[in-house]
């Protein structure tokens, strides 16, 4: 079992930047792929992001390509989400999930990833 808390979450206008951390617990983070998602009010989860185990790189919602990153760092247990130039439709509870199994083809789908934080909230404001 690994446990998930998210953090850095909080309140900022349009254009602003926020970074929000993943750190785990109980497990090692290098084996698991990691993601985000975020939940909006009234709105299905949808995937934001993902980052392999080596943390090279990752890969994008069009929704935040250009303005979103995704990094890890193994040593820390911890997997980080740097937000840039948000937008109000970016609100949402935004939740890192994990995997210690390759997610395949269905890497966007959160059905694939069995642990998952409490989230943290984002809200930007106009």
């Known amino acids: 079992q690994v446990q998930l808390v998210e953090s850095g979450g909080g309140m900022v206008q349009a254009g602003g930047s926020l970074r929000l951390s993943c750190t785990a617990s109980?497990?090692?983070?290098?084996?698991?792929?990691m993601v985000w998602f975020r939940q909006a009010p009234g709105k299905e989860r949808e995937f934001v992001s993902v980052?392999?185990?080596?943390?090279?790189?990752?890969v994008y919602a069009d929704s935040v390509k250009g303005r979103f990153t995704t990094s890890r760092d193994n040593a820390k247990n911890t997997v980080f989400l740097q937000m840039n130039s948000l937008k109000p439709e970016d609100t949402a509870v935004y939740y890192c999930?994990?995997?210690?199994?390759?997610?395949?083809?269905?890497?966007?789908?959160?059905?694939?990833?069995?642990?998952w934080g409490q989230g943290t909230q984002v809200t930007v404001s106009s």
């Open positions: 980052i392999r185990r080596s943390g090279t790189s990752g």
């Open positions: 109980g497990r090692t983070l290098s084996p698991f792929y």
């Open positions: 999930a994990a995997s210690d199994e390759p997610p395949g083809t269905q890497w966007k789908s959160e059905k694939k990833y069995p642990y």
